[in-house]
């Protein structure tokens, strides 16, 4: 079966401090990926998908950029923190198709900017 | 583009009562539409989908969902709700491109009285 992990947890950074958040998908090959910023009350934001290696879409313009380096691993990552960067990162899967697909989510990373 | 309405921000329901959960989109053609629950601090878990052919759904945990094209509406119900029930309800949208990105309603958060 399929398996998604995100790393770390909680996260408390610094104003100014790199990020880097990881995701991994085990038991599928090929899937989509999805980084998602979610805030108390606006539901979730998608901020980036890739539907392959390398391949990333921006929904919003921001301080955070990701990547893709391999095919079941997706990196979101940012050289200078904001405290408006804080808030509940979520990761997704989802399988390729033809038409929409569910998507699957991992536990999320709690990051914190003091 | 889609777009999600959930109308209810909070729910209280009696442990015992059914549920109904409302969720309206947007979508100029067929839509692909999902629920999802997130309890706090988690990452979100699919209930259900919808993609076509039979108009109600059934899920995971005892949920249903129903779709109505003519109120552009996939309310989602329980007819009897267990404590362990309470958590944040997502409704989400897919225009059926394979890109599947989602666009998500803001929840419905789901108390429940003993």
């Known amino acids: 079966s399929q398996t998604i992990h995100q790393w770390p947890a909680t996260l408390v950074q610094p104003v100014g401090s790199p990020l880097s958040l990881e995701c991994t998908v085990e038991?599928?090959?090929?899937?989509?990926l999805y980084w998602y910023r979610q805030a108390a009350g606006r539901g979730l934001q998608l901020l980036f998908y890739?539907?392959?290696?390398?391949?990333i879409s921006s929904e919003v313009p921001q301080n955070l950029s990701a990547s893709r380096p391999q095919d079941r691993q997706f990196i979101l990552s940012s050289k200078k923190l904001l405290l408006s960067d804080s808030g509940f990162y979520l990761c997704?899967?989802?399988?390729?198709?033809?038409?929409?697909?569910?998507?699957?989510f991992g536990d999320g990373t709690r990051l914190s900017i003091l | 583009a889609q777009s999600v309405t959930q109308p209810d921000i909070h729910i209280t329901v009696s442990e015992g009562a059914s549920l109904e959960l409302r969720c309206n989109y947007s979508?100029?053609?067929?839509?692909?539409l999902f629920w999802y629950v997130q309890s706090p601090g988690q990452g979100l878990q699919l209930l259900l989908k919808?993609?076509?052919?039979?108009?109600l759904v059934q899920g995971i945990k005892g949920f249903e969902a129903e779709f109505k094209r003519s109120q552009s509406s996939f309310n989602l119900r329980k007819p009897s709700v267990h404590w362990s029930d309470a958590a944040e309800y997502f409704c989400?949208?897919?225009?059926?491109?394979?890109?599947?990105?989602?666009?998500f309603g803001k929840g419905t958060m789901l108390l429940v009285s003993p």
């Open positions: 038991g599928t090959s090929n899937p989509n």
């Open positions: 989400a949208v897919g225009a059926g491109s394979g890109y599947s990105t989602l666009t």
């Open positions: 979508y100029g053609a067929t839509p692909y």
């Open positions: 890739s539907v392959g290696i390398g391949q």
């Open positions: 919808y993609f076509s052919g039979d108009t």
């Open positions: 997704a899967w989802s399988a390729t198709g033809p038409f929409n697909q569910p998507q699957h």
